[in-house]
C-alpha cells in the first residue's frame, strides 16, 4: 500500500522569511496530493492541493510543487506569518482515502 | 453552514469498557470517512461509506472496531473492550462524493483515552 514520508519534522523560520516541507510517497498509481493545516487542538483543514496532471499550483503565498517521476511533492510558504504556526500535513491518494505523512510542527517567530 | 459535528469530544473509558463515536456529516455529502490520530502523528484511515456501504474497512486496526452509517448520513464507530493503546482522537471526515474531485471535511475529532 501506499506509503508517504514527511521532512522536517520541527521547522523554525522568522516571520517573513520562506517554509519549504517535503513529502515523498511510494505508490505510482498515486494521483492527488492535499496538504491540510492542523492547529492545537483543532480540525486539519486543507490548505491547497495538487493533482498529477499539473507540476505547479499557487495559492497567494502558498504553493505546492509535484515531481511524478521522483514521487515527491513539497509546499511552499512566502513571507511567513504568526498566523501561520501549525501543523502540516501532507497526504496521497489514489481513490479515496488519504495516506497522511507524519507531520510537520512549523513555529514563526515574530 | 453546518460543518462536520463529531460527539461526544471527549471520552473516558475504562480498559474493557465499550465506547460509541457518533459523526454527523455535512448535509448531503455522500462519502464518509474515518481516521485515528495518535498523538504527535498523522490521520490515520480506518475505514470509508458511500451512503450506506461500507466500501472499505481495511484500516480497522482489530474485529473489537465496527462502524455503520445505516441510512447513509449519520455514522457510529464502536469500540468494543477498549484497550489503552486506542486512545487517540478520532476523526470523521465527509466529501459531496466520491474521488479526488471533492473536498474531504474533517469534523473536530472525538478524544478518546483508555485508563
Known amino acids: 500500500g501506499e506509503n508517504v514520508e514527511q521532512h522536517p519534522s520541527t521547522l523554525s523560520v522568522q516571520e517573513g522569511d520562506s517554509a519549504v516541507i517535503k513529502c515523498t510517497y511510494s505508490?505510482?498509481?498515486?494521483?492527488?496530493f492535499p496538504w491540510y493545516k492542523q492547529e492545537l487542538g483543532k480540525r486539519p483543514q486543507l490548505i491547497i492541493d495538487i493533482r498529477s496532471n499539473v507540476g505547479e499550483k499557487k495559492d497567494q503565498r502558498i504553493a505546492v510543487t509535484l515531481n511524478k517521476t521522483a514521487k515527491h511533492f513539497s509546499l511552499h510558504i512566502t513571507e511567513t506569518q504568526p498566523e501561520d504556526s501549525a501543523v502540516y500535513f501532507c497526504a496521497a491518494s489514489d481513490t479515496d482515502k488519504l495516506i497522511f505523512g507524519t507531520g510537520t510542527r512549523l513555529q514563526v517567530f515574530p | 453552514g453546518a460543518g462536520v459535528s463529531q460527539s461526544p469530544r471527549y471520552k473516558v473509558a475504562k480498559r474493557g469498557q465499550d465506547v460509541a463515536l457518533r459523526c454527523d456529516p455535512i448535509?448531503?455529502?455522500?462519502?464518509l470517512f474515518w481516521y485515528q490520530q495518535a498523538l504527535g502523528q498523522g490521520p490515520e484511515f480506518l475505514t470509508y461509506?458511500?451512503?450506506?456501504?461500507?466500501?472499505?474497512k481495511s484500516g480497522l486496526p482489530s474485529d473489537r472496531f465496527f462502524a455503520e452509517r445505516p441510512e447513509g448520513s449519520v455514522s457510529t464507530l464502536k469500540i468494543q473492550r477498549t484497550q489503552q493503546e486506542d486512545s487517540a482522537v478520532y476523526l470523521c471526515?465527509?466529501?459531496?462524493?466520491?474521488?479526488?474531485?471533492?473536498?474531504?471535511?474533517f469534523g473536530p475529532g472525538t478524544r478518546l483515552t483508555v485508563t
Open positions: 505508490d505510482s498509481a498515486s494521483n492527488y
Open positions: 471526515a465527509s466529501s459531496l462524493d466520491r474521488g479526488f474531485l471533492y473536498e474531504q471535511y
Open positions: 448535509s448531503g455529502h455522500v462519502s
Open positions: 461509506f458511500q451512503n450506506e456501504a461500507q466500501l472499505d
